[in-house]
């Protein structure tokens, strides 16, 4: 991606608030590259020796990969496309995450998706998904949930006071979420 003309927009939300999915959605209809730090990570937690199995163990754990390997993964990930208009999911996930992001990266988002949701929500959802993630278990979702409540939240607090966050009601139907999405982004597809 051409830094000139890039048009950057961060999904965040809590475990399961339908980040992936909404995500899809505006792929489909706008045209966006999507990269997910949490799918970035877990590719590279399959490839072989010790940072794989570091990956691995944090991931189930609940706990963030180091700051540096997920920033290198995302612009590593930015370089290899050609499409200039992003979205990052799930990323930044702390304070310290988006200090590295700054420095490193230095790149700002047009605005912050944030979908909001109750953990009752979110937690049937991720038992319910099946697709085989080691991090969906109760116990591991309980962690993820912590980390977001305490990591996260003070982070999209930060963002409120230098970039527009976009609160979506995320305890919708997917079309009626997608449907409060939309709109945001027509004034930068002009
Ligand atoms: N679903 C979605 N929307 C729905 C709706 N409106 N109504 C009904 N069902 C809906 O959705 C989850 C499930 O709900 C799906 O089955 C979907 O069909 C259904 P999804 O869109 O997958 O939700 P999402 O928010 O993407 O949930 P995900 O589990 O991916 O969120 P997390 O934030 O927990 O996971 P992520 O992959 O971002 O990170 C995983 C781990 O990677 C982290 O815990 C951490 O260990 C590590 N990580 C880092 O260390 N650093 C990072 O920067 C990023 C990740
Ligand atoms: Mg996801």
Redesign the pocket.
């Given at each position: 991606a051409q830094s000139k003309n890039l048009k950057l927009v961060f999904v965040t939300?809590?475990?399961?608030?339908?980040?992936?999915?909404?995500?899809?959605k505006i792929v489909e209809h706008f045209g966006f590259e999507h990269l997910?730090?949490?799918?970035l990570?877990?590719a590279e937690q399959n490839s072989d020796g010790e940072i794989g199995k570091m990956i691995k163990g944090?991931?189930n754990?609940?706990?963030?990969?180091p700051?540096e390997m997920?920033v290198k993964l995302i612009l590593n990930a930015m370089s290899k496309c050609s499409n200039n208009k992003i979205l990052i999911?799930?990323?930044?996930?702390n304070d310290e995450?988006r200090e590295v992001w700054d420095r490193v990266a230095g790149l700002k988002p047009e605005f912050i998706i944030f979908?909001t949701s109750s953990e009752e929500v979110?937690q049937n959802?991720?038992l319910?998904?099946?697709?085989g993630?080691d991090?969906?278990n109760l116990e591991?979702i309980r962690k993820?949930f912590k980390?977001?409540n305490e990591q996260t939240l003070p982070v999209i607090k930060h963002y409120e006071s230098i970039a527009a966050v976009q609160k979506i009601n995320?305890?919708?139907?997917?079309e009626?979420?997608f449907a409060e999405i939309r709109p945001l982004f027509n004034p930068i597809l002009q």
């Open positions: 939300g809590g475990p399961g608030s339908g980040k992936g999915t909404q995500c899809n997910s730090a949490g799918e990570l877990r944090l991931i754990e609940g706990k963030l990969v700051s997920t999911d799930g990323f930044p996930r995450n979908i979110m959802r991720l319910s998904r099946n697709e993630r991090d969906d591991t993820r980390l977001f995320g305890m919708q139907s997917v009626d979420v």
